[in-house]
């Protein structure tokens, strides 16, 4: 125990000596998330349009301002030539093309079927998408319309489906309440994960971990005076990264932070002791750097954090069963967004647990005092 | 009969198909200087590793302060000091903050580590640098600091490989005087060493050749045996490297 403090002494002095380092873990995770999480965001506003109107009809033109109507589009460029539209999208000036065929008042007028073309710019596939999910939406609204005035006081009995949706526990979809659980989650154990496994590295580099190993310091107190001062530094950040979020971003926070500090304490555990596993098989800070962004950027890329978990193919599923982050990832959002209790929660925590337990154990494993 | 401190017996370390320690025997008194001799490559530093406890030996049977090398390597931990010819205090650490740390490790109450603090930095003359960085110290009294920080926790053996790497003649002068002090006061020493001018210094030597200990005995009778004037012409007589590097 007291062999414990004075290595607790030695790594927090080590750490607060580089006057850099003491400020920037603090500094760094706080700038992070105050730009992260209003700069990440996936409402798109101004779909940039262009119409191809070959029809110049009453109906054409309503089915345009319709568009125009809806915050979302924006008829930038109409013109009468396909190639043209065509030109325009290749040189990224719109993301979306509709072209209204001749006849196309007079076919609807009548009652007929009609085709309307539409082309999206899907290099950013996500964007299309949503594009193409209000567009769809508008042109309900329009077709609606139409039926009804057409059928006139006969839609009265005509069967008709309104839906009235609520978001819960996110009733707005405001985006840095999404963002935001998951983006604290991440900065708070980056730091920590490359730091300490750095730190290990450096000790072996340097050959202090020599003079260490001919002591009788046991394998495990090393290890935890590695992991305690960034498990410290870490729930530190969190408490700022929350409060500021709370502050700046009116981030709710509807369950116990008990238990989110509860949480993640145990996946920094998880984390750390990945970094000083790795950090057992790597010898130079090069090697340490390479290996720690391999894991860091699948793990933090995979977690869900971007893209709903359950639309990865399963394999990743698989993997993410072994991705700390992910779990971290739930975690704080069921916590902060829906106010889950630990019972909601309980396997999702003792998976981490678990995890965290065998990174740990395996760091212990592997640092070998004896080669 | 005086008493073995360190025993080994068919000691052999391999990597792969090469053979660092080809099977060594030898033991060390109590309280004695023993000098660990050898060429660059000749596998000193493998040995030394091994006797630490930093290496396991591929075979053979090794007793440091009567504990055995594999079953009781924490134990003999408790009782041996180590300097290793990296610098290896914390640079980043004051001088004070490193004594203290591994009076720590060691266990030594915190008032011992305070007397011992003093004495010990009085006596190097440090008190002045105490709360200075390590990092902006000449290597020469780095090395000294080393080697009292080593034996701090008063080990009944001490092991220094290269301890006097790099460092001027007077301060290599000063620290084999502390190397005297220490032995004088019962603590025994297994020092491995190139500067032959250090070996005259030794109660006893042994000279390593690519992984055989190729003689052992006083500086005096090794030089009546090869009728050498000095320990320097009797490491070049036996220790040359083989003829397939020349």
Known sequence: MRTMLFLLRKEFKQLFRDRFIGKAIFAIPIVQMLVLVPAITYEIRDVKMCIVDHDQSVESRKLVSQLEGSSFFRVKYTTFSEREANDLMHRDKVDLILQIPSGFGRETGRGNPVRLMVTANAINASRAQLAWGYFSGVMRDYQMNLVTAKAGTASLTMPRIDLTSRHWYNESLNYIYYMLPGVLGILVAAIGFMLAGLNMVKEKESGTIEQINVTPVRKYQFI???????????????????????????????????????????FMIGALGLALLISTITSSQQQYMFAGFFFLIIFMLMSGIFTPMDSMPAWAQKINLLNPVAYIMRINRMIMLKGSTFADISRDIFSLLVLSVLFTFFAIRKYRKTV | MEENIISVRNLVRKFGSFTANDNLSFDVRKGEIFGFLGANGAGKTT?????????????????????????????????????????????????????????GIYGLPNRLIREKQAELLNRLGMTDVRNKLIAGLPLGWKQKL?????????????????PTGGVDPIARRQFWEMIYETASGGTTIFVTTHYMDEAEYCDRISIMSEGKIVALDTPAALKRIYQAPSVEEVFVKIARPSKSLL
């Open chain 2, 47 to 103: 040995a030394v590793r091994i006797l630490c406890g930093l290496s396991k030996p591929t075979s053979g049977e090794v007793k440091i302060a009567g504990f055995d090398i594999y079953r009781e390597t924490e134990k003999i931990k408790r009782n041996i000091g180590y300097m290793s010819q990296r610098f290896s205090l914390y640079e980043d650490l004051t001088v004070a903050e490193n004594i203290q740390l591994y009076g």
């Open chain 1, 224 to 266: 935890a005076a590695k992991m305690i001062p960034y498990i410290v530094i870490g729930l530190i950040d969190l408490a700022i990264g929350i409060s500021l979020g709370m502050l700046a971003f009116g981030m709710p926070f509807e369950g116990s932070a008990a238990l989110l500090f509860l949480s993640s304490f145990i």
């Open chain 2, 146 to 162: 080393a080697f009292s920080v080593a034996i701090l926790h008063d080990p009944k053996i001490v092991f220094l490989d290269e």
